[in-house]
C-alpha cells in the first residue's frame, strides 16, 4: 500500500504520537513577542491590505471576525503567562474599533512594551483625537509596572487617499503639546518603500527636517524588532518622530501563477529577503538583547495561535478552547511545529520542494506572511512528506529513536526507514491530489469546491486533467450543476476574496462550535 494515498490517517499518528524526548528538546525562555488582531474589520480597505476587510455582514458566532469579551480576557491571560517583552496590537483589522480592548491592554498586559499599529482615521477630529490620546496616557499611568506604549500610524499613499492627512497632523499635534516629554508614551511612523508621504509632515511643519538613518535595524534595543530601514524626523522645538519604512508586499491569494507577466522572480526575492534579514531566517522566534531566543506569536482576531507562520489547519491552537499551558506544549510536541522552530523557515521549504516546489512558491507568491505556513502545509499529503522527513533527520541526529517511534503503524515505520530516493517516488506514485483532499470532507460546500476550482485554474496546485475531470464530476453530482471546464466558475466578487482568506485563516472548529454554545445560550436567556 501506500500510505500518501491516505494521508490525513498517518499525519494524526505522527502528531500524536512522536515526541520529542524532554533530554533533547531545545527551549526558547527568551522574552516573547506577540502580534494580535482584535478584529479583522477596516473602514480604510487598502488594495494591498490581506484583510480587504468590506465590513459588511458576517456569519455567527462574531468571534470569527473580533474577539468578543471572553476572548479579550483569555488573550490578557496568555499574555501575561508568556513573558512578553513585546506586544503588538496590529492594524489590518483597524485596532482603534476595539479601543476599549486598547486602553485595558495598556493596563494591564504584562510586557515591556505596546506598539499599537494604526491609520489614525479616527484622529480627524481634532477634540477627539486629544481625548482619545489622553485616555491611553491615563491607562499606562494607572499600570502596576512600568512598559512603553508607542502609537504607530500607518502613513503611505493608500491611507492618504482614503483618510485625508488632517487626521495625522492631529495626532501629532497632540503628541508635540501635550506628550514630548514623556518618555514612555511614544508617537512613531510608518510608511512603505518608495512612497514619500512623510513628506509631506515636512512639508506641513516649518523647519521640519529629516535625518540619516539605518537599514535592518531594531525598534528598540531589547527585543529585536527588525525594520527594512528607519530614520527620524526633528521639529525646531526639540521633538522628534522616529519613522520606519517597510517593504511592501502586494497579498493577493489569487495570484496567477500560470501568467507570463508576472515577475515571480521578483516576488520570491522580496519574500525570502524579509524572512532572511527582517526573521533571520526564522519567523517563529524572536532575537533577545542578550542573545536568547523567544518564541514569536501571531494571535488572531478569531483566536487562532501559533508562532508566527507556523500556522497548521490540521491543528489549531486556539484561546477559546486551550489554556496557555496546553498551547505552549502542542506548539513543542507537535514534531511538524517543532522543527520551524529548530531549523528555521528555509530548512522547511527545502524539504517540501523536493516533491511540491509549486507549493513553496504559492506561500510565496501570494505575499503573505502571516499565513505563509497555512498555505505551504495545506496539502496533505506533502503535510505528511515533510512529517516523514523531519524524523528521518531527526533519527540520524539521535534526537529521535527508534524506540521512540515504535508505536508507530508497521507501514508509517516501514517508509520513515526507507531511503529519500523511495519516499520521492512513493509520493509522486499516489493519485492523492487536492481533489481527493476536498472530497474526503464531511460534507460538501459547492462554495469551497468553486474557490478551489479557481486557485486551480491559477496554477496553485499540481493536478493532473484527469483529477481535474475527476473534481468537476464530483461537484456537478453534489452542487447539481453541468459545468464543463475550470472556467465555468471563476469569480472576482468580494465575498469570493472573503472566503479565500477564510480558507487560510478559518477558526478551530471546537473554538467554533464553543462560541455558537454560548452564543446559543445567551439568545435563550
Given at each position: 500500500m501506500n500510505i500518501f494515498d491516505k494521508p490525513n490517517k498517518y499525519i494524526k499518528e505522527i502528531v500524536t504520537k512522536v515526541k520529542i524526548r524532554e533530554d533533547k528538546l531545545k527551549t526558547f525562555n527568551g522574552k516573547t513577542m506577540a502580534f494580535v488582531f482584535f478584529t479583522k474589520f477596516c473602514d480604510v480597505q487598502c488594495s494591498h491590505c490581506f484583510f480587504r476587510s468590506d465590513n459588511e455582514g458576517f456569519d455567527l458566532p462574531r468571534e470569527q471576525y473580533e474577539f468578543s469579551r471572553e476572548g479579550f480576557e483569555?488573550?490578557?491571560?496568555f499574555i501575561n503567562s508568556s513573558n512578553n517583552g513585546y506586544l503588538s496590537i496590529l492594524g489590518g483589522g483597524e485596532p482603534f474599533k476595539k479601543f476599549e480592548y486598547i486602553k485595558e491592554t495598556i493596563k494591564r498586559a504584562k510586557t515591556d512594551r505596546i506598539v499599537i499599529v494604526t491609520s489614525g482615521m479616527w484622529g480627524a477630529d481634532d477634540k477627539v483625537c486629544k481625548?482619545?490620546?489622553?485616555e491611553m496616557y491615563e491607562a499606562l499611568c494607572q499600570r502596576k509596572t512600568p512598559t512603553k506604549v508607542v502609537l504607530r500610524?500607518?502613513?503611505?499613499?493608500?491611507?492618504?487617499?482614503?483618510i485625508g492627512i488632517d487626521c495625522i497632523f492631529n495626532i501629532?499635534?497632540?503628541?508635540?503639546?501635550?506628550?514630548?516629554?514623556?518618555?514612555?508614551f511614544e508617537l512613531q511612523l510608518h510608511t512603505l518603500t518608495?512612497?514619500?508621504?512623510i513628506d509631506k509632515v515636512i512639508e506641513h511643519y516649518s523647519g521640519c527636517i529629516k535625518t540619516e538613518g539605518k537599514k535592518y535595524v531594531s525598534d528598540n534595543e531589547e527585543i529585536f524588532k527588525i525594520g527594512l530601514y528607519r530614520y527620524a524626523l526633528h521639529f525646531p522645538d526639540g521633538y522628534k518622530i522616529s519613522v520606519g519604512i517597510a517593504q511592501i508586499f502586494h497579498s493577493n491569494l489569487k495570484v496567477n501563477l500560470n501568467n507570463p507577466n508576472i515577475n515571480l522572480e521578483e516576488l520570491i526575492t522580496l519574500f525570502d529577503n524579509d524572512m532572511k534579514y527582517n526573521s533571520y531566517s526564522n519567523p517563529s522566534l524572536v532575537k533577545n538583547r542578550n542573545n536568547e531566543w523567544g518564541l514569536d506569536y501571531l494571535i488572531s482576531y478569531n483566536g487562532n495561535i501559533a508562532t508566527w507562520g507556523n500556522e497548521q489547519?490540521?491543528?489549531?491552537?486556539?484561546?477559546?478552547?486551550?489554556?496557555?499551558?496546553d498551547i505552549i506544549n502542542n506548539i513543542y510536541t507537535n514534531v511538524i511545529s517543532y522543527s520551524l522552530l529548530d531549523k528555521g523557515y528555509f530548512y522547511r521549504t527545502q524539504i517540501i520542494s523536493e516533491v511540491n516546489p509549486l507549493a513553496v512558491l504559492r506561500s510565496k507568491a501570494i505575499h503573505i506572511r502571516d499565513y505563509a505556513g497555512a498555505s505551504i502545509l495545506e496539502e496533505n499529503n506533502t503535510v505528511l512528506y515533510y512529517a516523514i522527513r523531519v524524523i528521518q533527520d531527526y533519527l540520524r541526529e539521535n534526537v529521535i529513536t527508534l524506540e521512540d517511534i515504535e508505536n508507530l503503524p508497521k507501514e508509517l515505520l516501514d517508509v520513515i526507514k526507507a531511503r529519500k530516493m523511495i519516499l520521492k517516488?512513493?509520493?509522486e506514485n499516489s493519485s492523492y491530489s487536492i481533489i481527493k483532499q476536498y472530497m474526503e470532507k464531511v460534507s460538501f460546500d459547492e462554495n469551497e469546491w468553486k474557490d478551489l476550482f479557481n486557485l486551480i485554474y491559477f496554477g496553485h496546485y499540481t493536478v493532473s486533467k484527469e483529477q481535474i475531470e475527476e473534481g468537476i464530476q464530483y461537484y456537478n453530482a453534489h452542487a447539481n450543476k453541468?459545468?464543463?471546464k475550470l472556467e465555468d466558475v471563476l469569480e472576482n466578487s468580494k465575498e469570493h476574496y472573503q472566503r479565500l482568506i477564510e480558507r487560510l485563516t478559518f477558526m478551530k472548529p471546537e473554538a467554533k462550535k464553543l462560541c455558537m454554545e454560548n452564543y446559543r445560550k445567551l439568545e435563550a436567556i
Open positions: 483569555k488573550f490578557i491571560t481625548n482619545m490620546i489622553g500610524i500607518s502613513m503611505d499613499k493608500w491611507h492618504i487617499s482614503k501629532i499635534d497632540v503628541f508635540k503639546n501635550f506628550f514630548s516629554d514623556k518618555e514612555n518608495g512612497d514619500n508621504s489547519l490540521y491543528g489549531l491552537n486556539n484561546l477559546y478552547t486551550d489554556s496557555y499551558k517516488k512513493m509520493y453541468k459545468i464543463n
